[in-house]
């Protein structure tokens, strides 16, 4: 069932899938330009597969990253819930820390994280000695509730 056949109102507009408007980074309009590319899920370990099923959903070019050559045609990258230490471990044995965070200095590559994918994306992490990419400029808390 699509989202606008679970929807009474046939005439309000369609979500936004992948291809829509850019946003540049100093303004929350952008020009109307579309986004060519694919979105990455992180596929190391974790909850990748709804990921995945949910960009298939919203029409969206996914795939699964797995090593440094898979992020050469994605223009996003999702990093999924999952054991933090774990894909750490595997990030930096895989060469994908490196790989990601150039690809995200140079402006070619959105980063997004839930769960144990914000705190892989954090700068620093309050109650853990934990590997992190240090790509989101925050503050977090492991198994804080």
């Known amino acids: 069932m699509s989202i606008r056949e679970n929807n009474p109102d046939k005439s309000a507009p369609r979500p936004a ?7 540049p980074k100093t303004r929350l309009a952008g020009p109307k330009t579309r986004l060519a590319g694919t979105i990455g899920v992180l596929a190391l370990q974790g ?4 990921h ?9 070019g996914s795939r699964e990253v797995r090593n440094p050559g898979d992020l050469e045609s994605v223009t996003g990258l999702i990093i999924p819930g999952g054991e933090s230490t774990t894909v750490g471990k595997l990030l930096v044995s895989s060469g994908l820390d490196k790989a990601i965070i150039a690809r995200h200095a140079s402006g070619g590559l959105a980063v997004f994280g839930t ?4 705190i892989i994306i954090a700068k620093r992490i309050e109650n853990a000695d ?3 990419l240090g790509l989101l400029d925050a503050t977090l808390r492991r198994n804080s509730y």
Request: proline share 0%.
């Open 17 to 23: 899938s992948c291809a829509t408007e850019a946003i």
């Open 47 to 50: 909850g990748f597969g709804l």
């Open 52 to 60: 995945l099923k949910t960009l298939e959903q919203l029409g969206c």
């Open 115 to 118: 769960c144990m994918g914000a």
């Open 130 to 132: 934990q590997f992190t």
